[in-house]
């Protein structure tokens, strides 16, 4: 378990100078922690598919989703 979590951690290596510089911002008060998260999602979703050669079924499998809930997912973030 020790090595799954190093290496979740390994992919949630972000540059903490990127992230003041986005908070510095006024535009994005109260915005940043899900900016953060929609573009981590957004990461591994585009990945996830291209792996499963666009395969939405696959793709949920892999990710631990339900068909639809990807479906909500990719359209939510501009993805289909």
């Known amino acids: 378990m020790e090595q799954q979590e190093k290496q979740v951690a390994d992919l949630l290596n972000i540059?903490?100078?990127?992230?003041?510089e986005v908070m510095k911002n006024n535009d994005n008060r109260g915005k940043v922690y899900q900016m953060l998260l929609d573009?981590?999602?957004?990461?591994v979703l585009e990945e996830?598919?291209?792996?499963e050669r666009g395969n939405q079924t696959q793709a949920a499998e892999v990710l631990g989703l339900n068909r639809g809930t990807?479906?909500?997912?990719l359209n939510e973030l501009g993805l289909m």
């Open 48 to 51: 996830v598919m291209v792996c």
């Open 39 to 43: 573009a981590f999602n957004k990461a």
């Open 15 to 20: 540059n903490p100078a990127t992230i003041l």
């Open 70 to 73: 990807l479906r909500k997912k």
